[in-house]
């Protein structure tokens, strides 16, 4: 069960730059920032009320950031939405026709357990489901 939007994600070339940026904006620093080797990126949160903007900076130059930049700038990289249960809602999304980047749940920041429904099935967003670890 989808609980809420957890949080959207943005890609940036310039984190400090960005964060300076937001920090600016949303009167506020960020709460946390944190390495994902894994998917070579720093991310950086901001929190308001209960949702989250997460910044999205790539460590390495073929991280799927540095990719999505190169071809269309910086900007929403992804919503992310909560959910109760990872594989129950791969398991529910697949029956229903999505389709998925991967349905095998990996670490990602914040905490989370995450998997990404491919574009092509929602419109050209890039959806990601993520569930407290």
Partial sequence: MIKKIEHIGI????LEKSKALFEKLLGKKPYKQEE???????????????????LLNATTPDSTIENFISKRKEGV????????SIEQEVE????????????????GADNKMIVFLHPKTTNGVLVELCEEI
Avoid: M, N
């Avoid at 890609?11 to 310039?14: F, G, N, Q, T």
């Avoid at 994902?36 to 997460?54: H, L, N, P, R, W």
């Avoid at 990289?77 to 109760?84: K, N, R, S």
């Avoid at 529910?92 to 670490?107: A, D, V, Y």
């Fill in 77 to 84: 990289h992804h919503i992310a939405l909560h959910v109760h």
């Fill in 11 to 14: 890609a940036v070339k310039d």
């Fill in 36 to 54: 994902v080797k894994s998917e070579g990126v720093v991310t950086s949160f901001f929190k308001i009320a209960d949702q989250k903007i997460e």
């Fill in 92 to 107: 529910r999304l697949e029956k229903l026709g999505f389709e998925f980047i991967s349905t095998i749940p990996k670490k």
